[in-house]
């Protein structure tokens, strides 16, 4: 208790020491051209995004291209950049000139992006997205293409996490090293265990898996604890649907997590390492396989880690597809061989972790925050974001914006910067912003009011939602809000592994009202029993899963209580998405009277009679659209 | 109201009532302290908590205000903590109302109805209406094992079952399948239930999930009668309650934290409460009319038995009479059957099955040591830093006394180094293990000696304080490592890896079964391992030698003085005083030499020196192979009396047959193997009209005119007590922390120790080196059967029919064998036809048979070879060599 109370001290004066100093600079990778090559270079987005949107395919024309046209290249996948509305994205350069990236590259633009930029020397202007130069390198600029870095979806956005990603070939542990890439590790053992301690306590950094937690006390607890030998374990197995920043790391620069590892390790003194990774993460875990491989090769992991002695091993391990494995106690079961069930804590990880020895479990994008917070010191980092949130954040940035992808923001941006700038703003210009759902199922919805909230674990806790994975689901008007809560419910009774009873049956009773309220059956009485079951649930569970399952449930009825009550009451959905409270009219304006609409009514709902308007009966219309189907003119509605 | 008591180090304050207990100390156990009850379902006293069910759930108000579990959290120091808070009722309330949704509510078909938690705590903390409502689970009830059945709906998911079995009995037969609100609890992959059936998920079920199909629909709880007995299938002793309704067993259940198993019980215990209600009981008296028996009345077969007894002792004197006991007699029983023998009829001749192999254990274990049964308790051994178990099954043959090794392996990585030769349960879960040669179990044991020796591994203040000890044995270990490697199949390195291990632990327990003292050189191999334990310093109070007993009363067999060799108190007939005692006590002169020993008895009939004989719980010519030629030497006799449950094959051959009383239909004690002294009580009425066996002793003496009157076992404890001190208290175990052994010790090391020493370490000849057949057969110990009583329960009987030949997979497919063919079994004796069940439980080149089994005659396959005097008489006949053919 008194060491929190301390570090919460310790973080109230950070910001005065960060203002006195001169602001950190964000961090840009460019991969280097290398000395004395003359052929072009050609980067394809290929993580799991590009790949689903037909990434293969053009790599196999540009081998066409090339082959054609008797040209040299080196084609390279690269991983998510984070513009999955521009997906698929290629990029080119040749020697002397920025790399150029091309989005929404499909078979039709690209022989002409192709026949531009390598036959005519030019940038071709309609498909490129922007050009990056390279500081370092004398470059001559293209004209009319925007820089990259300028573009309003990357303008706001601090890449920390990220930095590599889309940038470097996944594959090449060169490319790594070019821009950067264990330098954290050389600098790491050249200092003792409290010195790396002390640079990540400064930092601020906290557990990115959500629950915040301060990492540097993580730790310093599997530090201190007895018994040998220790592990060092990160979580990789990301579940929430929606969320993807994980994938982006493991596929993109799985180095970055690997170096942070083993930083960690060295910290900690953790001679095994797990990387507990969805089994439907087949490419990372193939990436990431590649990638141990080389840095054992280049002695950054293995017995004898940057000849200094220090002895350091990693094992991936697949998970098999239970959402509750991404809790801590459940994916040490996991990895032993258990069953994947969560466990009382204490004793935790720290001390009883896997087989029973001290062990130390972060999440992919906490150590892949580490290296950089080594290299340049913590007090560069703590320069970055909110008062008690220190750093940046992914956010997997979903729904109804123009521009969908993985961000990468200070902590302390406000929703409407996320929403407004990045985004892009609300996909339909009339239906306007309803709410930002973020942390999937154990997260909330946060209404319009949130806007100018800036985005930290306490902002978000105290509104009802919580920082989560980070996924953002931004909503309008024409989502339902009950069905929303209804949706994250139905996923968390799907993956509640059904030890403790408030989780297995809470959450399970609560979808049943809510399925009931969403068919029009509801109640008012279903209100204070929703309350009273989430209460129980939040108070009772044993792990973090149930802990926090209903908080859909309990932000929908804070801040859309109306909506859920019009539900019920008026048997209404303002959003029309409930297919059982859509009620069907027929407009007079366009009704012929040709009565086509009555005989196939089964109940006789729709009322006709020659030379009238047809008429529906609500009371006895049972929703069944045989009326809209048999409808020439569109009339019922 | 506050009362500060002051137990430990922190205090803790629950509902304003403050105690101060030890550090570690969980919320619950505090409560329980205070008296304050707090509900459990998934919580058990002898398990980790799983935290699962949540319905423990108490409002902590300090040092931070948070709903915590009390079955999981640990007390910090000033903690105050509301058990009966609006919340926590609140949160009580809601959690049962979530498990009554599904719930089918249908207790008044529920075998747990009126003992249910979930009911109770319905009526207690639940709400009468429930708000809530859902669709009620529909699963059909899984009705596919022999005993358990599992039925879905009513499970409230709370994991207990599953937790007893991995932690308690470490099977994990059951577990949870699916995941989230449709998870069910069951045997892996939908397999229907096929374990060792100890019913403990049973027992820990809070609700009706998991019922008993020997009990289903045939009691309610608030109608039965309960009665605490003993168990009376093995050594271990086990208490439990058998429970009676309308004057029928309804079922056995355990008590919680009483007796040796502390809770637990095996299969035996458990389900096999159906022999007392067997058909084929007897329930009257029968006489020999020419080549029959009928029935009679007792005043006519008393008469009957005292004229033939009293003939034969005419006859031929008192020494021309045998006695012969079983073990499951009463402890009361078995001192009076004693007197009868050796004060009404004057006969030396009073032996019993202690000769099968733990008369060993009595004599040796009484001479080194002056302990008789066990120098540690089952708590010792949970608390032990290392076991050796050697030639025993231990949980099948003593299946509780197994749990309390398991329960060290589980809570404190207890190392167990077994040495055995066949491949048992406990190896799997232990530490090292010899799978050795069958029959070689004493040169194994002489290996790990020499180990001990040869690689310097004596206890340092062993070697100090008795020098002359140590360095006689280092002169008798001179050989080499050949002579153990070649009969036991082990190899030094394994040897000295086990030896070293063991050696280091400090408190070693040492567990000798059934093959060290019923093998060929049985009283050798014991003492052998009383030096074992001696050099590696584990000759003090937490360690120590333990035998470990089959029949359930031997410990009550050796306080009788049930051997011509023993007298009561275990005494060797040899101390003089003690004799005297015995004679002033009884007002009696005793022979001066012992008598003879149960086969010298059988050749004895069939010479003509014994006319008669008396033989109470025990079938010998079940239990002993033909070569022994049991049947002909009870045909030869002029008067053979048996007391019996069952019409017996030695019953068959009798003059006079006496129906006895079983263990549920009267009072008496029982001696179990730490030497507890425990209670079984009548708990149902005996059939016809049978006796208890206390009161046809008595009748008979009566009868013979040398009245031994008692008005109950009590009386007669009572008095043996004054022989036998070991009777005086009830249910405290002698062996434990307190057992000092070293004057014992001293006199041993400077007396026979070193005068047998060249002999004990002389290794046997290999068994039936002439026989020209390869595999070796094994007649090894069931967990589901015992004998004549688990044979006569149908229930053991369905869960394990059992006559059948375990083979190893692997040999059997060479040899074209598939389970449930018929193979012929042949040894230099003749032959046998045989089912076959294929387990790797046996070891290539060995085949297991059932020991209790009787019906299909392989015991008569087996060679006997007799025990010289020194080693116990003790007929040794459990291993045979075989050739195993397939039938077509």
Redesign the interface.
């Known amino acids: 208790?008194a060491d929190e109370k301390k570090s919460g001290a310790a973080l109230a004066e950070a910001p005065a020491a960060a203002a006195a100093k001169t602001p950190s600079v964000m961090p840009k990778r460019f991969v280097p051209w290398p000395e004395g090559r003359e052929k072009p270079r050609i980067w394809i987005g290929m993580g799991t995004c590009g790949t689903a949107s037909g990434a293969q395919a053009l790599k196999e024309e540009i081998a066409a291209f090339l082959e054609d046209h008797k040209l040299e290249a080196d084609v390279m996948p690269t991983g998510c950049v984070g513009m999955c509305h521009n997906e698929p994205l290629v990029d080119i350069q040749v020697k002397g000139r920025p790399r150029v990236c091309y989005r929404k590259v499909s078979s039709k633009n690209l022989q002409q992006i192709l026949k531009e930029h390598l036959l005519d020397g030019e940038a071709s202007k309609r498909s490129a997205f922007g050009q990056l130069p390279n500081p370092d390198e004398k470059q001559v600029l293209y004209e009319g293409v925007p820089l990259f870095h300028d573009e309003p979806f990357f303008k706001d956005q601090v890449k920390i996490v990220m930095q590599r990603c889309g940038v470097v070939d996944y594959y090449a542990i060169d490319d790594y090293l070019a821009t950067g890439g264990y330098e954290g590790l050389r600098k790491a053992v050249t200092m003792t265990s409290d010195q790396i301690i002390d640079e990540v306590k400064k930092s601020g950094l906290r557990g990115r898996g959500g629950a915040g937690f301060p990492t540097w006390m993580k730790w310093k607890f599997a530090r201190d604890a007895e018994g040998t030998p220790k592990y060092m374990v990160c979580n990789a197995d990301e579940g929430d649907p929606g969320a993807f920043m994980d994938r982006a790391v493991l596929e993109g620069d799985p180095h970055t997590l690997l170096e942070g590892m083993i930083i960690g390790a060295y910290a900690v003194g953790a001679k095994y390492g797990y990387i507990y990774c969805r089994a439907e993460y087949p490419l990372a875990i193939k990436i990431l396989t590649e990638a141990i491989k080389q840095a054992k090769e280049r002695g950054f992991l293995g017995d004898n880690i940057l000849g200094t002695g220090f002895a350091y091993d990693i094992i991936i391990k697949e998970g098999a597809g239970?959402y509750?494995c991404g809790e801590e106690m459940a994916l040490l079961n996991s990895i032993m061989g258990e069953?994947g069930?969560p466990?009382?804590k204490?004793p935790f990880p720290a001390t009883h972790g896997v087989w029973g020895k001290p062990t130390n479990i972060n999440n992919v994008e906490t150590f892949a925050n580490i290296a950089e917070i080594v290299q340049r010191g913590g007090d560069w980092y703590a320069y970055w974001g909110s008062e008690t949130t220190k750093g940046t954040k992914t956010f997997a940035l979903t729904g109804k914006v123009k521009r969908p992808g993985l961000v990468e923001v200070p902590t302390g941006t406000t929703i409407r910067k996320l929403v407004e700038e990045i985004g892009g703003g609300m996909t339909l210009k009339k239906v306007g912003f309803k709410a930002a759902q973020f942390g999937g199922p154990s997260g909330g919805c946060l209404p319009a009011e949130y806007m100018e909230t800036g985005i930290d674990y306490e902002s978000l806790n105290a509104g009802g939602a919580i920082m989560g994975s980070g996924g953002v689901v931004v909503l309008d008007e024409y989502n339902c809000m009950v069905d929303t809560a209804r949706f994250f419910m139905e996923f968390t009774?799907?993956?509640?592994?059904?030890?403790?009873?408030?989780c297995?049956?809470?959450?399970?009773?609560m979808l049943?009202i809510l399925e009931r309220i969403t068919h029009g059956e509801g109640e008012l009485?279903d209100i204070p029993?929703l309350q009273?079951?989430s209460h129980?649930t939040k108070?009772?569970?044993?792990c973090g899963l149930g802990q926090v399952a209903p908080n859909p449930v309990l932000t929908t009825l804070r801040y859309f209580r109306d909506e859920v009550e019009e539900h019920i009451v008026d048997k209404k959905c303002r959003a029309h998405s409930c297919d059982e409270l859509i009620e069907y009219v027929v407009m007079e304006d366009k009704c012929t009277t040709c009565g086509l609409c009555k005989p196939p009514c089964p109940t006789d709902a729709l009322q006709w009679e020659k030379k009238q308007t047809a008429f529906i009966n609500h009371e006895t219309c049972i929703r069944c659209k045989a009326c809209v189907m048999a409808c020439p003119f569109m009339a019922i509605k | 109201m506050t009362t500060a008591t002051k137990v430990g180090t922190i205090t803790v304050t629950i509902n304003g009532e403050t105690i101060g207990v030890p550090k570690g100390t969980r919320i619950i156990q505090a409560a329980q302290l205070l008296g304050i009850e707090i509900p459990t379902f998934c919580y058990h006293p002898r398990m980790r908590?799983?935290?699962?069910?949540?319905?423990c759930?108490v409002e902590v108000v300090k040092?931070m205000n948070?709903?915590f579990?009390a079955c999981?959290t640990?007390i910090m120091d000033g903690m105050e903590v509301l058990t009966d808070s609006p919340r926590t009722l609140?949160?009580r309330r809601?959690?049962l109302d979530?498990?009554l949704?599904?719930h089918p509510l249908d207790c008044p078909v529920c075998d747990k109805g009126g003992e249910c938690k979930l009911q109770d705590y319905s009526v207690k903390y639940g709400s009468s209406e429930n708000?809530?409502e859902?669709k009620r689970k529909d699963y059909p009830e899984d009705i596919r094992s022999t005993v358990l059945d599992f039925n879905s709906n009513r499970c409230?998911?709370c994991?207990a079952c599953i937790q007893v079995c991995s932690d308690i009995q470490q099977l994990s037969a059951i577990?949870?399948s699916?995941?989230?609100?449709?998870?069910v609890v069951g045997a892996p992959m939908g397999e229907p239930l096929d374990c060792e059936f100890c019913g403990q998920c049973m027992d820990v079920c809070p609700v009706g999930a998991i019922t008993s199909r020997f009990s289903k629909y045939k009691f309610r709880p608030w109608q039965e009668e309960k009665t605490q007995t003993t168990c009376t299938y093995c050594g271990c002793g086990c208490q439990y309650n058998l429970r009676t309704m309308d004057g029928e067993v309804s079922r056995v259940t355990p008590i919680e934290g009483v007796g040796p198993g502390q809770g637990s019980l095996c299969v035996r215990g458990h389900f096999g409460f159906h022999f007392m209600e067997d058909a084929q009981r007897l329930t009257k008296p029968l006489v020999r009319r020419g080549d029959k028996l009928v029935e009679a009345g007792w005043d006519e077969a008393l008469a009957e038995a005292a004229k033939g007894l009293a003939a034969a002792k005419a006859a031929k004197g008192g020494a021309g009479i045998a006695g012969i006991a079983g073990g499951r007699l009463a402890n009361e029983d078995l001192y009076l059957f004693g007197r009868l023998m050796r004060n009404a009829l004057e006969s030396p001749n009073f032996d019993s099955t202690l000769r099968y192999g733990y008369i060993n254990a009595a004599t040796i274990m009484h001479k080194a040591l002056g302990v008789t049964g066990m120098m540690n308790s089952f708590d010792d051994l949970r608390r032990a830093d290392a076991v050796l178990l050697v030639g025993s099954d231990i949980t099948q043959e003593a299946p509780i006394c197994g749990l309390a090794v398991k329960d060290g392996i589980t809570k404190r990585k207890m190392p167990v180094f077994t040495v055995d030769s066949m491949k048992t349960e406990i190896m799997k879960l232990g530490a090292g293990r010899l799978v050795i040669t069958p029959g070689s179990e004493v040169a194994a044991i002489k290996g790990l000696v020499k180990a001990v020796v040869d690689e310097g591994l004596i206890d340092a203040g062993v070697a100090a304080k008795y020098p002359a000890a140590v360095a006689a044995i280092k002169k008798e270990m001179a050989g080499t490592y050949k002579e153990i490697e070649t009969p036991t199949g082990a190899t030094k390195a394994d040897l000295v890896a086990m030896a070293r291990a063991f050696a280091n632990a400090d408190k070693g327990i040492i567990l000798a079964g059934p093959r060290v003292m019923g093998g060929l050189k049985g009283a050798s191999a014991l003492a052998m391992l009383i030096d074992l334990a001696f050099l590696t310093g584990n000759l003090k109070p937490g360690a120590g030698v333990n035998p470990l007993t089959g029949e359930n009363n031997e410990l009550g067999l050796v306080l009788a003085g049930a051997a011509p060799e023993l007298l009561p108190g275990g005494l060797p007939w040899s101390d003089g005083a003690a004799r005297a005692r015995v004679e002033q006590a009884w007002n009696c002169a005793l022979p001066e030499f012992p008598g003879n020993s149960l086969t010298d008895l059988f050749d004895g009939m069939r010479e003509g020196r014994i006319g008669a004989a008396y033989i109470a719980g025990t079938d010998p010519v079940r239990s002993l192979p033909a070569e022994l030629n049991v049947a002909a030497s009870l045909d030869a006799l002029d008067f053979l009396v048996v007391q019996d449950l069952f019409l017996t094959g030695t019953a068959l051959r009798a003059d006079v047959v006496f129906p006895a009383q079983s263990y549920a239909e009267r009072d008496g004690t029982f001696t179990n193997m730490e030497g507890r002294v425990q209670r079984i009580r009548q708990a149902m009425k005996a059939p016809g009209k049978a006796r208890p066996d206390w009161q046809i002793f008595s009748a008979v003496a009566r009868e013979l005119e040398v009245p031994l009157e008692y008005a109950g076992t009590d009386e007669i404890r009572a008095e043996a007590a004054g022989l036998i001190p070991q009777f005086a208290a009830l249910d405290v175990t002698n062996a434990g922390h307190g057992v000092d052994v070293t004057a014992a010790l001293e006199a041993y090391l400077a007396g026979a120790y070193l005068k047998t020493m060249d002999d004990r370490y002389d290794l046997p000849a290999v068994l039936n080196t002439a026989s020209p057949h390869e595999t070796r057969l094994y007649l090894a110990d069931s967990l589901f059967h015992s004998g004549q009583m688990s044979t006569h329960n149908w229930g053991l009987m369905k869960i394990d029919p059992a006559d059948e030949l375990v083979m190893n997979p692997r040999e059997a497919r060479k040899l074209q064998i598939a389970e449930g063919d018929k193979v012929r079994v042949t040894s230099l004796l003749g032959s046998a036809v045989v089912p076959v069940k294929l387990s790797s439980h046996a070891n290539p080149g060995t085949v297991l048979f059932p020991k209790h089994c009787a019906q299909s005659h392989v015991r008569d396959l087996m060679g006997v070879v007799v025990g010289s005097r020194e080693e116990g008489s003790v007929p040794q006949f459990r291993f045979e060599r075989v050739t195993v053919e397939k039938v077509h």
């Open positions: 208790m239970a509750v069953r069930m466990v009382i204490p009774v799907d993956e509640s592994c059904g030890k403790c009873t408030p297995r049956d809470g959450t399970a009773l049943q009485g029993k009273q079951i129980f108070a009772n569970s044993l | 908590p799983q935290a699962a069910c949540r319905i759930t040092p948070k709903m579990m999981a640990e609140a949160d809601t959690n979530l498990l949704t599904q708000p809530f859902t409230i998911l994991g577990g949870f699916k995941r989230g609100f449709i998870t």
